[in-house]
């Protein structure tokens, strides 16, 4: 497999996504169907010490000044047992989110196609947004705006084929082979494993995943729980660790959702990342506390964040250059979903 998967992908229009907590990767019934979904988002970020530098995460690396996050479209088909899906982004998280690819290539987020030849099993093949972790690359999928950090150093998409298979009832399986991660093309004989086991209660209100990926020198293994405790509070856990040829990382993050009203929402993370043997670059543990409040009007979400970061060893910058071991922000984010 010297060339890439992505390219017999292309060709196709490429397989069928399933996102840690999205529903269990039971196949549907094959309807003819078109849907459409288009978004944009931007934001502001300001810095407590007004530094860019103490931004550690993915798709808010700036200060103080006015940034598109991503313009996004997406073709979603089905025709018969066939279905595909071709979606594209232009924006600081589309050029992020593939950040090995160049030129036009940075704005293909997801281009897969898929075959169900019965309600048991679906096969897939190109390249699709990793099944690893509870946060999502679109932000009206996230109810905090800036991304966790398990998200930013974990698996972003995989190029490759997957079979999704039902176990009855609401239990499914996803097995599949893939290039190394966040590559759509690549000579590397080398490839990823993936795999993903997930459950749900019958009234769906709770949910769990066990994902994998694995391959040489490197594995993941992520755990995802979703609660949805009553129609106004929801708790959802992420906890994963990626080994990386000897050494490793851990993120543990709990997700607090309150919502009011229709119109308002709460939302409060709070994760631990574990770098301290340096694995993904970082190089201490951090605790983070990200709070945001989600105010709905029609198709459009204001979303106002706090986010504190502490860490052990003095890997952040304060308002007079001098190395220290917190560090804060405040954004204001737009979103606006046709």
Not at 88 to 104: H, P, Q, T
Not at 133 to 158: I, K, Q, T, V
Not at 282 to 289: E, H, K, L, M, R
Request: charged share 15%; hydrophobic share 35%; aromatic share 12%.
């Amino acid at each position: 497999m010297k060339k890439s998967i992505l390219t017999f992908g292309t060709i196709l229009l490429a397989v069928i996504c399933v996102n840690a907590q999205s529903d269990t990767t039971k196949p549907s019934a094959a309807t003819n169907t078109t849907t459409y979904t288009t978004y944009i988002d931007g934001y502001y970020r300001s810095d407590f010490a007004g530094l860019q530098s103490n931004n550690k995460t993915s798709f808010t690396n700036s200060n103080n000044s006015l940034q598109l996050g991503m313009a996004s479209f997406k073709v979603d088909q089905t025709l018969g047992k066939f279905a595909g899906t071709v979606d594209l982004g232009v924006g600081k998280r589309a050029d992020e989110f593939s950040y090995n690819d160049r030129g036009l290539a940075t704005a293909v987020k997801q281009a897969y196609i898929s075959y169900a030849p019965n309600s048991v099993i679906k096969f897939t093949v190109g390249k699709w947004a990793t099944h690893i972790g509870y946060e999502l690359l679109d932000a009206y999928s996230n109810r905090n705006y800036s991304m966790s950090y398990g998200f930013s150093y974990g698996p972003f998409f995989h190029t490759g084929l997957r079979a999704d298979i039902s176990l009855g009832g609401k239990t499914a399986m996803m097995i599949g082979v893939a290039e190394p991660t966040d590559i759509t093309s690549s000579k590397v004989e080398g490839k990823m494993a993936i795999a993903q086991l997930s459950t749900a209660s019958s009234d769906d209100k709770l949910k769990a995943f066990l994902n994998y990926q694995g391959g040489k020198d490197k594995s993941q293994f992520d755990v995802v729980l979703n609660a949805a405790i009553t129609d106004q509070f929801g708790f959802n856990y992420d906890g994963t660790v990626c080994n990386l040829a000897g050494t490793n990382w851990s993120s543990n993050a709990v997700y607090f959702n309150y919502d009011p009203s229709t119109k308002v929402g709460f939302a409060l993370r709070s994760e631990l990342f574990n770098d301290s043997k340096g694995a993904a670059g970082v190089g201490t543990s951090i605790f983070q506390n990200t709070l945001s409040v989600n105010f709905h009007l029609n198709k459009f979400t204001i979303i106002p964040e706090l986010r504190l970061d502490n860490a052990n060893d003095k890997v952040f910058v304060n308002g007079t250059n001098v190395k220290s071991t917190g560090s804060g922000n405040f954004l204001i984010a737009a979103v606006y979903k046709f």
